[in-house]
């Protein structure tokens, strides 16, 4: 829902959503077992959320950062990538 939104530009990226985006995802794509099972379109999903969010990130700067605001931010994302992209795909 909330990805329908950001592509319609009905809800604009701010560090909170970009916090809580990630967040979220990062709490959906870890919650099945290790390896991660899933589908294509939930990789689909997660990927465009994160390029929203980067793309969002990399107009910032200084404290207007994100990671700069929550130490764990980059953590996250590389978490959810780690769920999106297991290491058999590397």
Known sequence: ?????????????NTFV????MFHLNEATNATLYPAVLHDNDINV???????VLRYE????????????????????HQIFDAVFPAVFW
């Open 1 to 13: 829902m909330q990805l329908l939104a950001i592509e319609r530009q009905q809800l604009e990226i």
């Open 18 to 21: 970009a916090k809580s985006l």
């Open 46 to 52: 997660s990927v465009r959320l994160v390029v929203h």
């Open 58 to 77: 990399s107009l910032q700067s200084g404290l207007n950062l994100t990671h700069t605001q929550d130490r764990s931010f980059v953590q996250v994302i």
